[in-house]
């Protein structure tokens, strides 16, 4: 009983401390919610749709299947459209991750190494790129629970609901329940190999494995097939991912040797903390995965019952990192749970490392302590915030270009009211503005099809919103753009129709140059004062 209880303890202390951490970095003292310009705020802008009536795929374009907006949708349901959520849904992410972490290395890992995957996770990468609350950060909470019932036992219950997890992936990041089904899949293929599982009953484990998530997904996505249509639903979830999705630079490998390129070039302490960040998730836990798998390739197949756990671990995390299209350092962040247990399973087996364990474990923990330190104190105190009342409740945003920007359109814009942002939806959910369109970002490359530009000209020129935000990189006569830069057209209409005004500010996600044009028929908005 007092064993128990002392696990229950340490999973509470472990995720009290994982949300505190969370907070810090998130809200402003005392409970201010920080604006972060990011990829959450397109999904809750599309939540907002939603819960507004929009019907997804039909009504406005989107290629990832429904679980993050559904579950802002709900949110928005129960709290109202309220900016905090999204942060509060970070804290509650880092809880869940720092449980779900602690058990499962609990099950495989004995002594104090156990603690080493939660808390690389969450006081070492989820800083730099735990802080999103999209389908990026929810999928693989689905997938360490899988991983978690499979572990638990070979029974077809177990396959059944490990089925019904890498549906619910699915739900968010289609790809990474396909890929996670899959992975389970190919390690009962391994495991009647090694042990002489009989294949029926393997058989048996990948139907319960595989009709279950058929079932799942199925149902899941029924309510939504049936809104937009099979046509729009498939072009959105299938068609397009498949053909287009890897022409944005986000998604290419391009990007991925960028960041690390400038992880081995650091200006000063932070850019390095950062570096290291970046190989450790990037470079090094890959590395781990592939070389597990390589070791029991070479020399671990006649002892499979000390090899099985590892080569679980070892086949989920290679298959994740495979699907992982446009492998940047937070994508693989995202996905580093199996790598990080197998990593502290893989030490805890070397006798150095189990007779030091404890020394090194504190001494780990000394240092991300210290790091987290850092971290809350420039997201606390070094960092200069100012506060904005947002329809969407009061923010903290940081001072300059981008307290700047939502400081002009909060006074040249009224909630309800409709704008257009080319590159990006951020600003329509804090503002609580609409998109007069069904496309909620346009990108000069093939990632935006033209189709879609059309899409947009038709719908601006039937509802004009007085102002449009564009991105200084578009504007370019057509001999100026890149092959496959389909925005020439979108140009020429803003052109004709819309007048740049002086304001121009720097975004906050990728530092290109953003600026305000106002419809020709009416008249200039206010200057900023801050210009």
Partial sequence: MGTAISKYGEYAAFAVSAAVFTFLLTFKLPATPILIEADHLLFAYEAARMYNGDVIYRDFFEFTLPG?????????AAFGMRYWIIPALSILLSAAYSIILLKISTALIPGILRFAAPLLFIFFGYRWFGIDGTHRMLSPIFILLAIFVVLRGKRARNFVLAGILCA???????QRGVAVAGAIGLFLVI???????????AAKLGSALFTSFVVTIAILCAPFVVAAGWEHFAYAVFVYPAFYYTAGDPNSYAMFFGEIGRAFQPNGLNELIASF????FAIILPAVTLGVFLQFLIGGKSAWHLWRDRVFLSVIG???????????PSRLFQISGPALILLALTLSSLPWV?????????LAAVILIFLAGIQIYRTQYFWKYEILDMPTGRVATLMGEVADKYSWLLDNTKPGEFIYEAQTSFVYFPLQLGNPTGIGQVWPSEYTRPEQVQEVIIALQNQPPPIILWEKDYS????????GDPLSPLYEYLNANYTRTKETWITQSNHAYREAWVLNTLSRPAESNSK
């Fill in 168 to 174: 619910l992936t699915s739900f968010f990041t289609q």
């Fill in 191 to 201: 495991e009647v190999l090694m042990n002489g599982r009989e294949i029926k009953d």
């Fill in 68 to 76: 993050t907006q559904t579950l802002y949708t709900l949110f928005f």
């Fill in 277 to 280: 960040v970046i190989i450790f």
């Fill in 476 to 483: 370019k006569a057509p001999q100026d753009r890149a092959p």
């Fill in 354 to 362: 189990q007779r030091n364990g404890r020394p090194l474990m504190s």
């Fill in 318 to 328: 290679i298959i994740l990192l495979i699907a992982t299209v446009g492998p940047t």
